[in-house]
Nanobody, 117 residues
Framework: VQLVESGGGLVQPGGSLRLSCAAS????????MGWFRQAPGKEREFVAS????????GYTDSVKGRFTISRDNAKNTLYLQMNSLKPEDTAVYYC???????????WGQGTQVTVSS
């Protein structure tokens, strides 16, 4: 199993970024997938999830209305569109199954998102 996140960067408050997660080594389309993030000095936390069929999504309260999770099962890719970014969104963002670690040792390297003026 391999999960490779990309798309992070430095953005000003109010800006947007689109994260991608390329998945391989498992049947991506049948698993609920999620985005998670870890800020410096904090525990990794759940951000958003999406069912295999893309029919059901969920978000942590702090990102509702600003972030949108989606997936392309034909490309084995998970996305996170992040709008109206705030400094408190600064973190390393990871993708994984939800719940995470259905596949042991499956965390990728993550992608750094920094929101700062």
């Amino acid at each position: 199993v391999q999960l490779v996140e990309s798309g992070g960067g430095l953005v000003q408050p109010g800006g947007s970024l689109r994260l991608s997660c390329a998945a391989s080594g498992f049947t991506f389309s049948i698993y609920t997938m999620g985005w998670f993030r870890q800020a410096p000095g904090k525990e990794r936390e759940f951000v958003a999830s999406i069912r295999g069929s893309s029919s059901n999504t969920g978000y942590t309260d702090s990102v509702k209305g600003r972030f949108t999770i989606s997936r392309d099962n034909a490309k084995n890719t998970l996305y996170l569109q992040m709008n109206s970014l705030k400094p408190e969104d600064t973190a390393v963002y990871y993708c994984n199954t939800n719940p995470p670690q259905i596949f042991p040792n499956s965390w990728g390297q993550g992608t750094q998102v920094t929101v700062s003026s």
